[in-house]
């Protein structure tokens, strides 16, 4: 079996360092405080979070893990959030009806999956969605904490929360966050601009709500370590080099790092024994290959301006509104520039950390780097 493993959260022996940060998160988290963990999409933010879980588990609190990404609409929140919190009761029907007693106009429903594994689902009937129901849904977790037993809610891709401004959604979490003496909240997400505005915006309702905190690539050394030790157990040698060079392809994004690891493993593992730079460079280029239609359409679909920026950017995104960046690439006007970065964020095709701007997907860099 392959043993590099993406797109999806890592555990087990495929997660490696890391320590610190998680260290530090459970630390703060018990320790009774709110964080804002953000930084550049697939940096390993939900495996982190998903270890720090583990832990805080172990220490006895209830862990509450949710993920913003699949709601879309007050009512999309209200069931998945239920459900969520449903499956961390292990007597479901003291949930229901510690649930049907806390939200009056929900009818929660118990029913048995095909195994007999009890489920719960809820009934909206005739049920307006409105901020009475959501405050009181957001008053769950800590009604769930029993006398001692303390909670932690982890949202995950936070910034979604927008879509739920037609209930209030920001300000009633706020009030819940400042009352809830028993439950904390930790804010995660990769739309590192719409999270800063959330928390640093002083007219944003969670202005200074928590203390904030950011992951960047995981340590060089550790990464070529991890790789070097995963090839050897399948007898191919990857030199010190050589694995530095699969780091610098993927852009040092955790994620890119397995993807290409994995895809060089595979072309090996029945017929080498030795790593080349050529064998990394072709199984980059298949990679390309297998996604140009995309890459394509993608390049072919931006304005003129935001063509110019990412072929500046494939090459170095440093001071990119700097006179002489501009010049050097031949870009237009610091304004129309501003406008072409704030697009290209909105669409997530570039990120930035450490004050540098670079291209999300590193395989997008090189397409367009072998083109231009
Ligand atoms: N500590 C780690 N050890 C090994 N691999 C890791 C680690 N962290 C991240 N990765 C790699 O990066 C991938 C993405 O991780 P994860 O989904 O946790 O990131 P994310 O920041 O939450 O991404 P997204 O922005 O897409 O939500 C994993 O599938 C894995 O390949
Ligand atoms: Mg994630």
Redesign the pocket.
């Known amino acids: 079996m392959n043993p ?7 555990r087990g022996g ?5 320590k610190e940060e998680c260290a530090h998160l459970v630390k703060t988290l018990s320790g009774g405080n709110n964080v804002v963990l953000y ?13 720090v879980i583990e832990q805080l588990e172990k220490q006895g609190f209830l862990c509450v893990y949710f993920d913003f ?1 699949m709601v879309f609409s007050p009512e999309s929140f209200v069931r998945l959030y239920t459900k969520t919190l449903s499956t961390k009761q292990s007597n479901l029907k003291k949930f229901a009806q510690i649930f049907a007693a806390a939200i009056k106009s929900i009818r929660p429903v118990l029913s048995f999956g095909m195994d007999g594994t009890p489920e719960l689902s809820i009934d909206f009937a005739n049920a307006t969605i409105n901020e009475t129901v959501i405050s009181q849904l957001l008053d769950m977790p800590e009604t769930l904490a029993d006398a001692g037993k303390r909670v932690i809610v982890f949202f ?2 936070f910034q979604e929360v927008e879509r739920l401004n037609s209930v209030n959604f920001e300000g009633l979490l706020r009030s819940k966050v400042q009352q809830q003496r028993n439950t904390n909240y930790l804010f ?3 739309k590192t601009h719409l999270l800063k505005e959330l928390f640093n915006d002083k007219k944003r309702a969670f202005y200074n709500a928590a203390s904030q905190m950011t ?1 960047g690539p ?1 340590p060089q050394q550790d990464t070529i370590k ?1 790789l070097r030790k995963k090839f050897a157990e399948s007898g191919i040698t990857l030199n010190a080099i050589m694995a530095k060079y699969i780091i610098s392809v993927a852009s040092d ?7 290409l690891a994995a895809e060089t493993w595979q072309y090996m593992v029945n017929s080498r024994k030795l790593v080349t730079k050529k064998i990394i460079d072709d199984c980059a280029a298949r990679m390309i290959a297998f996604k140009n239609d995309y890459y394509m359409e993608l390049f072919d679909r931006q304005s003129q301006s935001q063509k110019q920026l990412l072929q500046a950017l494939a090459m170095e995104g440093k001071n990119i509104f700097s006179t002489a960046y501009i010049r050097t690439h031949r870009l237009p006007s610091a304004s129309t520039l501003q406008r072409a970065v704030k697009e290209l964020f909105k669409e997530g095709i570039i990120e930035k950390a450490n004050d540098e701007y670079f291209i999300a997907d590193p395989f997008f860099k090189r397409f367009i780097t072998s083109i231009y």
């Open positions: 590099f493993s993406y797109g999806a959260i890592v495929h997660f490696y360092d890391r930084a550049p999409r697939r940096f390993g933010k939900t495996s982190l979070v998903f270890k990404m995950d891709e995660l997400g990769s992951i995981l991890y994004i955790p994620h890119y790092i397995q993807l």
